[in-house]
Every structure is written in structure tokens, then in C-alpha cells.
């Protein structure tokens, strides 16, 4: 039987991290995933020599830890960064605004931005900054904030329902995967605050320049190979025992895995089933909120904008993935238009969300009625993050010790941060933290780190959303 120190279940992004990170400083790592790739939620697939993500992922430049992991991963060049946070926001309308940052000190550098929304009565938009106010002075981590909607804490900070579905909405959906009348005020407040509001430029935004199975997938594989991690894809863990020594994974072929410390980097689900009875709370009570993603290949180009936000519009995001794709510029356009708290689109065939896509587009684009639809694909993730409602906190596990020898580790744990890249990498660290101090003795290694010997050193959660 194969015997390592730390045997880490789940290649998605809390995974990679761990097992970097506890490769980095000595330890002998074996990487189990079911999958027969990496990068777990994050993936791309090829379709008629074109490449598609399943989901559109972004970043902001707060998410330190994130980039510090693709750092770790030598893919700091597949990514990009604004140098000013600018969003582009439009209607069927035709009218648009554009939320951007000005070089000045926190919060002042959105002010002009929200006086000048015109998707808001100047009423309305006279209202942001105190509310903007009241949310600074929120402090995420307090319990309290969870046992509130952040759609109640706007109304009883006299925001109206349209200033919450075409401002606060247009944040709070693709951040927290929930409207604001659904989320958790604790993790809004955590979005908005370190977001937006705490630093000038934390809100910056980020994306990947190549498909994910390069930008994850491929570039971990590498990383972990260099690292020396034994990766095994393709196999599904089947059982978990406590044995001499630590414990003893059984796969469904009847092979055996022994490893002084395991790290469970699965969704709740699995890691309930895994896991002793009584070690996490009651994860099922976190339910999922899904994503769907309708990505369009078009004769020609629509837009300049390499991304921009729709209200009134059955789009919410839109983001130009051509280069990305493998489509040449000169010849056409592909199109990403993301849908967050997607429960009305999951059950829709991929036909009807085309249609209903395209014809949002054209309301918002004059030039797309001109152009013909070479392809489509639809991608839907039913369980993409955890349902983030007042109440869930207590249904996530801090990431990383839950039993001797065990951790968990997951965007789903709690982590202070909504199912997000950034929440993922960050329980990957801790969850390594801890199972390193349970390896007695265990030498360091002189290896180069992205990180210091604490996983979340200099990673303040104040201080940084997909």
C-alpha cells in the first residue's frame, strides 16, 4: 500500500493551493481527483477548434491570495488586470453609465461615479452615499450581519427597488450568486466593503486572457509535477478510515491510500460523506445557487468593450473571450454573457436561453441585429456556489481541521468571503497550515514559496471578489 504524508482529495482550486503549498515546505503530497482534469469549477472544452470556458470567472486586484496562487503557478501573464476599475453599464434604453474609480483616497474615488448613474434618478442617486456610508461602517465579520438580508438592510437604508436592482444588484448578483433581497447582509457587506469601499483600487478587475484548462488546469499540472505531488485523476475516492498512523483511503478499484493527513478539498456533500459523523455542521442546509453561461460566435464584431454589465436586460455581464476562444479578431467575435442566481434560466432549454440571450443583446447592442450567430453553446452549473441566505454561516466550517489528522478546506467553508477563487485558495492555505503542524517533526523544505510559512500571512481579510 502507497503511504505519503498528506494526501490531498480534489483538484479544484482549494486543492492545488494545498497541495503546493504543503509541497513547498517538505511534505510528501498525493493529489486524488474524480476528474480526469484540474482546475475543479474552473474548465474549458473545445468545440469546433474553438475554446470555451464554462463560465465566465473574474477577479479583482483585492484577491491576494488568488494572485498569489497564480504566482505559485507561473500564470501571472495569463491574466488581466485594469489599471482603473471601469464598468461599462447599459439598457435596452440606450442609455449608459459607466462606474470607474477616480485617483483619489477611498471612498471619495466613486464618488463621481454614483452621482453620475444615470441609470438612477438624481433622488436616488443622492441616497448611495449614505447608504455607501452605513455599509463602511459595517464590520463583515460580525454574526450579526448574518441573520439580515442585505435586501432588508437597503430598504431600511432607504434604497428603492430600482436603485437595488440596477445598482446593488448589479453588483451583489455575480459576487454573492444571490439578489440582494436573497444574500446574506454578511456577505455583502464583505463584498462591498473590501470590494469597494476599504481601498482605491481593490475593486480593479481581472480576467483570464486564456481558456481556464490552461489558465488552472494545465499550469498546476505543471506546478505540481515540479513540486513533486503525486497527481492520480480519474478516481474517486470511496471510503475514509482512521488507521494507524493517520488515515487509510479506499478507492472504488479496490487500491488503498495511507497518509498521515488528509485534506478534503470536495464540496460539502462528498466531504460530509467522507468525513466522521459529527465532524461538520449541517452542510446541507447550505444549498447551491447556479450559474449559466450563454456564449455566442458572431460573424463579426458588436463591441469594443472587453466586457461591460446590462440592467433592464435579460443580460447581466457580457465579456469578449474571442482571443481567448482562438478566433482571430479581424474575423469575428465570441461573446461570454454571464448569468448569476441563474434558477430561472437552469430549466430552459439551450435554444430558448440563445434566443432570449441574443435578443437581449441586440436591445443593447445596435450593431449585433447585423450580425449572424456562427455557434452557441450553453453551459449551466446547477451547483455552482453555496446559497449564501441570512442563517448559512453556521452551516460553514472554518477550512482546516475537523478531526485529527483531517481538514476540509472549500469555497463553501467559511472563510469570511462568498464562494469565490479568492475564498477557495484561501481555505487551501489554512487547511494546509493546520495539517502541517499535525506532522510531527517534519522538516521544512528549502524550496521557494509564494507564501510565507503562515498561510495567510500578509493576506489580510481586510485588506481584499469573483
Known amino acids: 500500500m502507497k503511504r505519503v504524508d498528506v494526501a490531498v482529495v480534489g483538484g479544484g482550486l482549494a486543492g492545488l493551493a494545498g497541495a503546493l503549498w504543503l509541497a513547498d515546505r517538505g511534505a510528501r503530497v498525493a493529489l486524488v481527483e ?25 477577479f479583482l486586484r483585492c484577491c491576494h491570495a488568488y494572485r498569489g496562487f497564480l504566482a505559485r503557478i507561473g500564470a501571472v501573464g495569463d491574466v488581466v488586470v485594469q489599471d482603473r476599475l471601469r464598468v461599462p453599464v447599459l439598457s435596452p434604453s440606450g442609455r449608459r453609465a459607466v462606474i470607474a474609480r477616480d485617483r ?13 448613474y444615470r441609470h438612477l434618478s ?33 430598504a431600511r437604508h432607504h434604497q428603492r427597488p430600482q436603485a437595488v436592482t440596477e445598482l446593488w444588484d448589479l453588483i451583489v448578483r455575480p459576487t454573492v450568486n444571490l439578489p440582494a433581497e436573497e444574500a446574506s447582509l454578511a456577505m ?15 475593486g480593479d478587475i481581472g ?18 509535477q515540479q513540486a513533486g505531488v503525486e497527481v492520480s485523476l480519474g478516481g474517486a475516492v470511496a471510503g475514509l478510515e482512521r488507521a494507524r498512523g493517520g488515515w487509510q483511503l479506499g478507492f472504488a478499484d479496490g487500491s488503498l491510500l495511507a497518509a498521515e493527513a488528509v485534506v478534503l478539498a470536495v464540496p460539502p456533500g462528498p466531504a460530509a460523506a467522507l468525513a466522521p459523523a459529527g465532524s461538520l455542521p449541517a452542510v446541507e442546509r447550505l444549498g447551491a445557487s447556479p450559474i449559466v453561461d450563454v456564449q ?6 458588436v463591441t469594443e468593450e472587453p466586457f461591460f454589465g446590462a440592467v433592464g436586460s435579460p443580460v447581466q455581464f457580457v465579456f469578449d473571450r474571442t482571443r481567448a476562444a482562438g478566433v482571430d479578431p479581424g474575423a469575428g467575435q465570441v461573446l461570454a454573457v454571464s448569468l448569476s442566481a441563474a ?15 441574443r435578443g437581449g443583446l441586440e436591445a443593447l447592442i445596435p450593431r449585433m441585429a447585423r450580425a449572424r450567430v456562427l455557434d452557441a453553446v450553453v453551459t449551466k452549473e446547477q451547483q455552482a456556489t453555496i446559497r449564501a441566505r441570512p442563517g448559512t454561516a453556521a452551516a460553514r466550517p472554518h477550512p482546516g481541521l475537523v478531526a485529527p489528522g483531517l481538514a476540509v478546506a472549500g469555497a463553501w467553508c467559511q472563510t469570511g468571503w462568498p464562494s469565490t477563487m479568492e475564498g477557495a485558495v484561501r481555505s487551501g492555505w489554512e487547511a494546509a497550515g493546520q495539517v502541517l503542524a499535525t506532522l510531527a517533526g517534519r522538516a521544512r523544505s528549502s524550496r521557494p514559496s509564494s507564501v510565507d510559512a503562515d498561510p ?5 481579510s481586510q485588506e481584499e471578489v469573483r
Open 34 to 58: 474524480k476528474r480526469r482534469r484540474l482546475g475543479g469549477l474552473t474548465w474549458s472544452f473545445e468545440r469546433e477548434g474553438r475554446w470555451f470556458d464554462n463560465g465566465q470567472h473574474v
Open 104 to 116: 483619489l483616497p477611498a471612498p471619495a474615488h466613486l464618488a463621481r461615479a454614483l452621482l453620475g
Open 122 to 154: 438624481v433622488a436616488d442617486r443622492l441616497r448611495l452615499g449614505p447608504a455607501a456610508w452605513a455599509l463602511l461602517r459595517l464590520d463583515p465579520e460580525d454574526p450579526a450581519l448574518d441573520r439580515e438580508s442585505f435586501g432588508a438592510w437597503l
Open 188 to 202: 455583502a457587506a464583505r463584498v462591498f466593503r473590501t470590494g469597494l469601499l476599504d481601498q482605491a483600487d481593490a
Open 207 to 224: 480576467w483570464a486572457s486564456v481558456p481556464l484548462g490552461d489558465l488552472h488546469g494545465r499550469r498546476a499540472a505543471t506546478a505540481l
Open 296 to 301: 455566442l460566435v458572431l460573424d463579426r464584431r
Open 343 to 357: 434558477d430561472d434560466w437552469v430549466g430552459r432549454r439551450p435554444e430558448a436561453c440563445v434566443a432570449e440571450v
Open 456 to 460: 495567510l500571512v500578509g493576506v489580510s
